[in-house]
């Protein structure tokens, strides 16, 4: 199984990008990543998860500990997960916690 | 009916992933149905490997089966790790914000979420945990037209 996330920062955006299988063998890698765009004290955390295949409980844990660190000033956007991504971030109701887009939109996004 | 056996350890979790949706193929699941299935065969087999095995400094293995008939996907995991029934566990409280919750809790919860039926037995030194799957007639007619 495959798990890549890349993580860019730009004007204090930070943005992962995300592909493959998120599972708790994988869930290390989110976790370093969401760590480094941490320690740069971003404005906005971006996951862009469209190439996302799965995701279990172990990365979604990867968003609490990015929510509890970088404080409720720092808004959580998850762009593009596919339906079944979704129905799981829906389950556990961090759809409320993180505001949710179907495709990147600069005009939201990028307009701090 | 289809059996394998995996170690203990997070490396496993592949194999646990290809068994599940071998036979979320084999049942003529759909892609939802498939991908929930997985979902709690992966969270379970996480929960048992993490808190059952690793933690508590013990080695051993998961044994899988599968069995379908004409109206049900079953699927078991077995394990000798540290007795726990998932059904005691706390459900997690999904209406807190972020900032508020707990890091853990969510795997269990999601895998007794994703399932029609959801058992657990004790064993002699053994924990079966039992997911069941509804097959629907009428869904892979659904299926088959689309």
């Known amino acids: 199984m495959a798990f890549n996330a890349t993580l860019t920062i730009d004007s204090g955006i930070a943005k992962i990008t995300m592909s493959g299988e998120l599972d708790a063998s994988m869930a290390p890698v989110l976790q370093r990543e969401v760590e480094n765009a941490e320690a740069q004290k971003p404005k906005r955390l971006v996951l862009l998860m469209s190439d996302l295949e799965y995701i279990a409980s172990a990365g979604l844990r990867a968003l609490v500990f990015a929510k509890q660190k970088m404080g409720p000033g720092v808004d959580i956007y998850v762009v593009g997960a596919q339906q079944q991504v979704m129905d799981t971030i829906q389950m556990t109701g961090f759809d409320r916690s993180v505001i949710t887009l179907e495709t990147y939109d600069a005009g939201i996004i990028d307009n701090i | ?144 037209r689309a």
């Open chain 2, 1 to 144: 009916m289809k059996r394998s056996t995996v170690p203990a350890t997070l490396d496993s979790l592949d194999a646990v992933a290809e068994f599940v949706m071998a036979a979320a193929t084999a049942a003529g699941l759909d892609k939802r149905a498939s991908y929930r299935l997985r979902l709690a065969g992966d969270e379970i087999a996480t929960n048992i490997i993490v808190h059952g095995y690793v933690e508590a400094g013990l080695q051993g293995a998961l044994e899988l089966r599968a069995d379908i008939d004409d109206r049900t996907l079953t699927l078991s995991i077995e394990d000798t790790g540290v007795a726990f029934d998932p059904r005691q566990a706390p459900v997690p409280e999904t209406d807190l914000p972020l900032e508020q919750r707990p890091i853990g809790g969510l795997g269990v919860y999601l895998a007794m979420r994703s399932v029609d039926e959801f058992l657990y037995e004790r064993i002699g030194d053994r924990n079966r945990t039992i997911f069941k799957i509804h097959l629907s007639p009428a869904s892979s007619e659904e299926s088959g």
